[in-house]
């Protein structure tokens, strides 16, 4: 057996608090809760969880200040819970740090299939890329790893260095930078991007919003602020107006 799964829920809201418990609990998760976020940030410090749900609105600090904390030193998936359908409240929380948002009220059934499709992605951190299997060909693809322009990728240790300096990337930007690496000069849509980031298949209809869409544009904004990379002069990532984002050509 492995061990159990942590889970933290930070919510004022007792009732919601304990909906999203139970959602956890169900799903396997060993779950804790804090009513506030200053005592939110101190949990999630102490118990390492891998998924937090976060409330925007807590009586002491606001949700993206919370998650801006925990982002310092946790790669946890962090979903947030927003009262308000408000996009901007959404892409302001993608930017501190959070990975995927829902607008309450939620169904249990959307929010456990969000939590489990990032669950089935690994997870980085100095114990894993210890124990990471020896490398295969540099480039050679379908091995899980990719090396572009000074870039390095190696998927089953979650690991990035740009020329040879280590990245700490969030789960949800590695797995979109991962996604343009496997798709070279092909042109990855936003809305394959965001079936990508929830495990589905390109066929399954399901609806995209804009603000979905939106939400993968400050995901890649992240990314490539960590990449220090340059929207005029991408040496990885090159938006397509429009469309989506794809590969920058090999330096030559
Ligand atoms: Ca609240």
Redesign the pocket.
């Known amino acids: 057996m492995n061990e159990a799964r942590v889970g933290l829920v930070i919510?004022?809201?007792q009732d919601?608090r304990e909906l999203v418990r139970a959602v956890l609990t169900q799903a396997g998760f060993d779950v804790s809760v804090a009513a506030s976020g200053t005592e939110g940030v101190l949990a999630a410090r102490s118990l390492n969880p891998d998924v937090i749900t976060l409330?925007?609105?807590?009586?002491d600090i606001d949700g993206f200040e919370v998650s801006r904390q925990i982002r310092e030193f946790s790669d946890a998936y962090i979903v947030m819970l927003t009262?308000r359908a408000e996009e901007l409240d959404t892409l302001i929380g993608l930017e501190s740090g959070a990975d995927d948002y829902l607008t309450k009220p939620f169904r249990p059934r959307e929010l456990r299939a969000r939590i489990a499709a990032m669950m089935r992605r690994p997870r980085s951190g100095p114990d894993q890329v210890e124990d990471a299997p020896a490398l295969e060909q540099p480039g050679d693809p379908g091995t899980g790893h990719y090396t572009h322009n000074g870039l390095d990728l190696t998927y089953a240790s979650r690991s990035v260095t740009v020329d040879g300096e280590e990245l700490n990337l969030t789960r949800t930007e590695f797995e979109l930078l991962y996604a343009l690496l496997e798709a070279g000069r092909t042109v990855r849509t936003k809305s394959d991007l965001v079936r990508r980031l929830r495990d589905e298949d390109y066929d399954v209809g399901s609806y995209i919003s804009e603000a979905d869409e939106r939400s993968v544009e400050v995901h890649m904004g992240n990314l490539r602020k960590k990449l220090g990379d340059s929207p005029q002069r991408p040496r990885w990532l090159q938006t397509v107006r429009g469309v989506g984002y794809r590969l920058a050509p090999a330096e030559r």
Do not use: K, S, V
């Not at 409330?55 to 009586?59: E, N, R």
């Open positions: 919510e004022d809201d919601i409330d925007l609105g807590l009586p009262a």
